[in-house]
């Protein structure tokens, strides 16, 4: 019998939709579904676990639409510090038997627990091993799969970064992993990126 490695997912879903004009891109429904919904379901239909979702204090309709999902919801009390506060509120509710943990972001419509579990399918324990989502043309996105030895760096990120630097200083650790499409390269942030989707 095959052991997965023990990896958890934090789904950063706590960021201010400032390009939106006014709405809340979460929220924007596809198939009937609200995206974050949507990116929850698919986070949970993974073999990561637990899956962490990290949110705005108050925000009670990004909560509503996660009703009924079995995710860990953690309020992020300096979201507006960008995203490196979402990465870090998530990393402290890691249990110490984490071997890794998935950034994923809730604004992109297309990536499946299929993705989510070849970048768990690929990684090695204790290997220092970095495994980030790319296009079917190699071109590097999201998620990104990091190992527990590089947690505490994660940590201590500031302003909005998703772990850029880190990615940039370890290259030789980064394994790109193939996904469905351009899941990883598709992100929905503007009402032009919601209309060319649609």
């Known amino acids: 019998m095959v ?6 997912i934090v789904l950063l879903a706590s960021g201010a939709s400032s390009r939106m004009q006014g709405r809340d891109k979460l929220l924007e429904n596809i198939d009937g579904e609200a995206l974050l919904r949507r ?22 309709a990004r909560r509503a639409v996660l009703d009924g999902l079995d995710l860990t919801q953690i309020t992020n009390p300096t979201w507006q510090d960008g995203m490196a506060a979402g990465i870090s509120s998530g990393l402290k509710n890691l249990s110490a038997d984490c071997q890794g943990v998935i950034i994923a972001l809730a604004d ?4 499946s627990a299929n993705d989510f579990n070849a970048l768990i399918d690929a990684f090695h324990p ?3 091993m970095i495994c980030r989502a790319a296009t079917q043309a190699d071109l590097p996105g999201h998620p990104v799969l990091f190992d527990k030895s590089y947690f505490a760096q994660l940590a201590a990120q500031k302003g909005d ?38």
């Open 161 to 198: 970064k998703g772990g850029k630097d880190i990615l940039k200083a370890n290259a030789a650790a980064v394994k790109l992993i193939k996904t469905t499409g351009d899941a990883a390269l598709t992100d929905l942030d503007t009402p032009e990126d919601w209309r060319a989707y649609r």
């Open 39 to 60: 990116t929850a379901k698919a986070c949970l239909a993974s073999n990561a676990r637990p899956v962490i979702t990290i949110l705005r204090p108050d925000d009670h």
């Open 108 to 111: 992109m419509p297309d990536v």
């Open 3 to 8: 052991h997965l490695p023990r990896i958890a």
């Open 126 to 128: 204790n290997s220092r």
